[in-house]
Each structure stands twice: as C-alpha cells, then as structure tokens.
C-alpha cells in the first residue's frame, strides 16, 4: 500500500505524539522515583536518630 502525502503528514503527527507521551512517562518515572528516594532517605535518618 502507497502512503501519500496527506496520509504521511499524519503518520508523521501520530508519531511525533507517541514519542512525546513517551518522553512525559519517563520524566514522571524519574520524578517518582527520585520522591521515593527521598522518603526513604527522611525515613532512615529519622530511624537513625531514634
């Protein structure tokens, strides 16, 4: 099957949309991960100085 123009156009948005939901999970998964982190380290010094 031939892709014209129109339809390439629009791959093309669909594609650039994937990988920009893509990129937006990733920076979410370092921003969890890094408060995760940082709870578990306030709960350690907290159990350190108990």
Excluded at 2 to 19: C, L, Q, R, V
Excluded at 36 to 47: P, Q, R, T
């Amino acid at each position: 099957m031939k892709i014209d123009g129109y339809e390439k156009e629009i791959w093309d948005k669909k594609t650039e949309i994937i990988e920009e939901l893509k990129r937006a999970a990733r920076e979410k998964q370092k921003k969890q991960k890094k408060c995760i982190l940082a709870f578990k380290a306030a709960h350690d010094l907290v159990n350190y100085l108990n």
